[in-house]
């Protein structure tokens, strides 16, 4: 089950946050702010939370972040937030997704693409200067991050 995030899930969103992006890449006043501000949907199975996505509300909305428990990987879930994050974005004609490139499996590019998800840019080094200035370790390349933002884009009809 697919559902709105609220107050109740900061923990869990957090504790899910640290430990696929590194502690404190997300705080939890982070997921409070994006709570009230943007949209934050859980997935939920057995009243555990598996999972989450941001999306960032803006002329063109940005799907930020899905993140999966790692017990919980590989079992359609991503997939299914995925899904429901596009609904979420219905009444825009183009939605993009901030994927890390050095840590998106290629089974969820293919994902993308199945949507129709294009990439449309690379920005290099992209959360280098906001781990730098928020103090955070990348889970792959440690401090500071020199990870590389993909820009996928879907064009919707
Ligand atoms: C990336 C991530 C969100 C994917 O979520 P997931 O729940 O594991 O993905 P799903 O199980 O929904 O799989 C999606 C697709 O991959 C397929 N798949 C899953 N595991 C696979 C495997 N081992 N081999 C081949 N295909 C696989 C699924 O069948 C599904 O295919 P479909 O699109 O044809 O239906 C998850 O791995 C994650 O949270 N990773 C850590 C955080 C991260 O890296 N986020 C992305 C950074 S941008």
Request: charged fraction near 20%; glycine fraction near 4%; include cysteine.
């Amino acid at each position: 089950m697919i559902q709105k995030a609220s107050n109740i899930h900061i923990s869990i969103i957090y504790n899910i946050s640290n430990q696929c992006f590194g502690y404190n890449y997300i705080t939890a006043c982070d997921i409070e702010l994006y709570i009230k501000n943007d949209i934050v949907i859980i997935s939920v199975l057995n009243n555990i939370i598996t999972g989450f996505c941001i999306i960032l509300k803006s002329n063109i909305p940005v799907i930020k972040t899905l993140c999966i428990n790692t017990d919980f990987q590989k079992q359609g879930i991503g997939k299914l937030l995925l899904d429901k994050a596009i609904a979420n974005c219905a009444s825009f004609t183009t939605i993009h997704y901030y994927a890390w490139k050095e840590r998106i499996p290629e089974y969820f590019i293919n994902t993308l693409n199945k949507k129709g998800f294009k990439l449309l840019e690379t920005q290099p080094e992209y959360w280098k200067y906001d781990s730098i200035k928020r103090g955070y370790s990348c889970i792959k390349c440690g401090f500071p991050c020199l990870c590389t933002l993909d820009i996928y884009e879907l064009k919707i009809d």
